[in-house]
């Protein structure tokens, strides 16, 4: 224990932060302002807010990198343990502060896991059997220390996510500063990572953690820190945390389901605190549900997943023959050996909305690729539209199917955003004047007229990902293909995104939605396809997988949050079959009846239910 | 699925436990041979003794027909500028700066068999030698650390980028970019999108990539330590004495025969 301990804690005084402009054009206004702020020593603090709040820029500010790295106007100052991060070189102040980046990607550059976590101790010129030891504790505690010869490479997401976070634990840093720490994880991943954070906060380290994850981070955090448009709009221990008078729903979005589950409640009458998660929530609706407990029954099958919105756009006409995607006995195995499909057989028809799922390395990402034919099967037949993909050139499939890749950054590459718009529709021989109506039509629907001449990549990542889409839609693909679409937006973007989609499934289009995220699967995808070691585990509807824990299990899934309350009502009559917050309020209305007469209002806000 | 080119064998042969310092002076007593003694026979043999190492070290064939592979381009090229452009012996046909020999094909093809030698002699070091141990290497021969580990990285995103590469012409080709049609100048052409995506992702890479490091206390002490650092074994120093004593002889011989 270094002596740091003893006074870590981190401060924020009146800090405005702006980023020195990227265009001489841009505008340069503050992403942070008057920020005030302070974690106690043993504080674990959430960090929350939408996409391009300011999130990631408050926490560069922790460890000095900003303004150190990044230069631009810096008023106030920040301070740990005492120290001015910006007099304190950035090397110096991680000692004291750990910074874990989103991106495992970037933080791991050595060849063994072992290396990687001794990197920063050699860095520190400790004797080799102090850095001996310091390797062993630090792989030990994220629970890595039979993986320590491995190359970080070959580690699933979630265990480079914690090989991160022993690496900067070996420097034994006071505090720990974690920005989006379970982006891209699957579902076990993000547990395996929460019971390494719970043991090290129990041991009294001050955490700082940035996550869209609300769900998962309120198990780790007592404290809680909401930032909207570069302002603190709330601060302090949970419990005071007014998340019924917060601004709007777009914020409220940010909570827990259990949150929105009760806020909603409260707002049809029921007296119901807001409870942060779903052992509380239990406890809070049982004396409600025990008044009248029908027998439990199941929602059909066949209801709609997600209510129907109002549709943001329209983009094309049914098309008149719609493909389908046919893959039978279809094997893929890569150059270096790797068996990645065996036996896949699916059938996606047209004008279908699938989900795509499964742990890390079980072949979604392979079979996508198999559709719009940047891979071959080595096995089998892929057909799309009745065609064989064997004869038809991704060029020739980009016609038919469209693909939103990950990471928009592999994307986008033009000069301006309406240009990277153009760049599909031109590649597939589209006449100029269609070209300019539909790009002129993506902008207005996605709100990117301001941007137009801006080139898409200085963007920030929300918006890069709408010109991801957007491009690709400008295609207009009889099949899209989204690729963890709403990875690292918060939940109103990741819902504008989905509006988006929506309004394109339901223009007659197919959707075939791969990603991490159940709730997004829950809310979206009548029919789910489960993968597990290039073998189709489940394929079926979506609200049936969630009823099948062994299922579950085997794929390393879990059930969206209302999911799982709505299994633990069960008892007392509840649907357990439950999929979004919607539903679940549905369900209780029915199941519970009219508020109690001697329900004490008071406590309500009146404010609408925020999924509506 | 991540893309990987390691080149590293795993394995347990006399090479892949020799100090990596050790094999890289027997890498460099090749390349001596290879230049001071830049005849047919000398060329052929050490080919020929390159591939019996590499044999006897359990490098399995794919991997040597791969640095072939790799070799190809200069196979067609090297052979067919020396048989235009580098005339030995007798010329038979002159045009502008053609002049066309038998006798430089016959050259052309052995100067590209020397690249060849020269090429297994740096992937022996390759193929034995654990990544991990790239960058001790370079620090157990003195070399700067900031050098060391450039260097490192180096090998470290190398098939990263190439990866980045083929990930992003993917992200591009399912936006109907056609590369492989046409004429040469319009495929190059067709590549920039793919180069200009490429280019933006690795500055950010590299962004985040240094931030990274400085948060790993990269420059936070002038005494930098190194964790397991390579130590000589008896066995390593025989072996580096031999190999210096075969270097110093190819060396003499070759002054033997020039001056006396």
Redesign the interface.
Known sequence: MTDVQTVAALQWEDLEYTYPPLTPHMPSTPVLRNICLTLHRGERGLLLGPTGAGKTTLLLTSVGIIPQRTGGRFRGRVLVAGQDTRHTPVAQMATRVGFLFQDPEAQLFHVRVDDEVAFALENLGLPEEEITRRVRWALEAVGLWHLRHHPPAQLSGGEKQRLALAAVLAMQPAILVLDEPTANLDPVGREDLLHVLQALAAEGRTLFLATQETDWGIHLADTMHILVEGQLIASGPISTIRMDALPSPDVQALLPQTVQITHALRGHGFSVPLCLDIDQTVKALVPLLARASPPARSLSPSTEVHPSPPLPMDLSPTPSKPPSIVLRDVHYTYPSGVRALRGVTLHVEPGEFVALVGPNGAGKSTLARLCNGLLKPTQGVVQVGGQDTHILSPAQLARRIGYVFQHPDHQIFAATVWEELAFGPRNLGVPDEEVTRRVEELLRRFHLEAYRDVPPAVLGFGLRRKVALASVLAMQPAVLILDEPTGGLDATAGRDVMHYVAAYHRAGHTIILITHDMRLVAEWAPRTVVLQEGRILYDGPTRTLFQRPDLLHLARLTPPPVTQLAQKLEPWGFPPDVLTVSEFVAAFLNHAGPPPPSTDLSSGNGEPDPER | ??V?Y?VYVPGRSWLHTLDPRVKLVLSLDITLLLFLWPYPPVIAGTLLGLHALLWWTGIPWARVRWVWWVMLPLHLFVPLAWFLFQPVGPVFFRWGLLRLSWGGLWHGVWMVLRLDALAFAAFLWLFTTE??Q?WRTFVGLRLPYAFALMLA?SL??L??IAG?YL??R?????????LDQGPWHRRLHAR???L??VL??TL??AQ??????????????????????LRMRPRDRWSLAVLVGIGMMVIALRAIQMYG
């Open positions: 699925m991540a990987s390691d990544p991990a790239v990285l470290r995103y098939p990263t980045l990930h992003i993917d992200a591009q080709a399912a936006r109907g970019l056609v920039l999108p793919i200009i995506a933006i992702t950010r890479l985040a990539l240094g931030w990274a490091m400085e948060t790993r206390c990269l420059g936070a002490s002038a005494q930098r330590t190194v964790w397991r650092p």
